[in-house]
């Protein structure tokens, strides 16, 4: 649901930047308290498969198509304010290099995709698995709700916005309707992609997932008079602090994935317009388009200009963005991380930490 210029007017374009604005000035702040030495390189890797996998499409119905967002894989993963930063990263590579996403609609994508995914996603979230038993099993099936009704909420607040500023007079009850319902389509995707891969990480490696920390393991119970109860806490065994692992391995094969994504899965993504594309062609909320400024990029579409082989160009622009984002991402967040030390920022917790 990337946005194009011309479909939301500038007075609304501009609100919608210094909301986005200041929603990262907020998330850059917050970051620190979620990055460590360790989520840091983690938090780049999380982008950089957030941009392969995005380059994805998957059909939905006759003639459209969808792709992740990826606001809900990045807050369970890494945290709510490093993933709306994540997003950003990427959609702004996008926009920049690639020619996905208008330039001046930078802020409106950055609301509806990043900010408004994160948000309702987390929140859900973290409402499911405080309700559920603390199961790696509760916990995927919390993901998958948390992805699939981010998006239809992500559509929702694009409509609000075209409703405020849309630059072509169209029905706004046709509009709602349109969007949030090919959007469910594409949430249940969006589902399914982010619950096989917080499920894949929670069975490999729990303790890097930001969402479910300290969550999983379930209290000591007691069978009291043929009932369970939960044991005082005197009773229970300290548990020891367990031992940091590398994460190289880990950074190493998801990196890997990335790649084998971008560079070769994606020659098999779905041709057909996205929702947003579908739904604009269909409603006429296209009819004022603008030509993109990146349009002479020679990463534009994502492919390499000067290739004529479709699969070799294609392959190697997803190549080069994955790296991109790896790069700038894992930068930007290693900034963070280091001026989480800085000299009047409260002391970090060891102990939570090193959990």
């Given amino acids: 649901m990337h946005v194009p210029d011309g479909f939301i007017d500038a007075p609304v374009s501009v609100a919608a930047g210094v909301f986005a604005a200041g929603a ?19 938090a780049g890797l999380v982008a950089a498969f957030i941009f392969a996998v995005q380059m994805l499409n998957f059909p939905v119905a006759a003639g459209t198509s969808g792709h992740l967002m990826g606001g809900a894989l990045a807050a369970i993963l890494v945290g709510p304010y490093t993933a709306v ?5 990427v959609l702004l590579l996008q926009g920049i290099f690639f020619a996905d996403g208008g330039l001046t609609a930078l802020g409106v994508n950055i609301t509806v995709m990043g900010v408004v995914t994160v948000v309702v996603a987390y929140a859900l979230f973290r409402l499911l698995t405080g309700l559920l038993p603390r199961t790696r099993r509760s916990a995927t099936a919390s993901a998958f709700v948390a992805a699939l009704v981010s998006v239809p909420a992500s559509a929702a607040a694009f409509t609000l916005l075209y409703w405020i500023g ?3 007079d169209i029905p706004i009850g046709k509009v709602f309707t349109a969007m949030v319902g090919v959007h469910v389509l594409i949430g249940i995707g969006e589902a ?3 619950a096989l891969t917080v499920g894949a990480v929670l069975a490999v490696r729990p303790d890097l997932v930001h969402g479910v920390q300290g969550s999983l393991a379930a209290p000591l119970k007691l069978r009291i008079d043929g009932e369970l109860v939960d044991a005082p806490a005197a009773t229970r065994d300290p548990e020891p602090a367990p031992a940091r692992r590398s994460t190289r391995g880990f950074w190493i ?12 899965v994606s020659f098999y993504a779905s041709a057909n317009p996205d929702g947003l594309e579908r739904v604009a062609a269909d409603q006429g909320i296209d ?13 534009a579409d994502y492919g390499v200009g ?12 997803g190549v ?11 930068g930007v967040f290693w900034v963070i991380r280091r001026r989480r030390e800085e000299p009047g920022d409260a002391p970090r917790d060891r102990d939570h930490e090193n959990a």
């Fill in 24 to 42: 990262v000035a907020v998330s850059l702040r917050g970051a620190r308290r979620e990055l460590d030495e360790r989520t840091a390189p983690l």
């Fill in 85 to 89: 930063l994540c997003l950003s990263v």
């Fill in 166 to 168: 849309g630059t072509t």
């Fill in 192 to 194: 399914i992609i982010t």
């Fill in 253 to 264: 094969t998801g990196l890997v994935s990335a790649f084998l994504l971008a560079g070769v």
């Fill in 287 to 299: 009819e004022k388009v603008e030509e993109h400024g990146a349009a002479d990029s020679p990463l």
């Fill in 306 to 317: 000067d290739i004529a082989n479709a699969r070799l160009s294609g392959g190697l622009a």
């Fill in 320 to 330: 080069i963005g994955v790296s991109a984002t790896v790069v700038v991402g894992t």
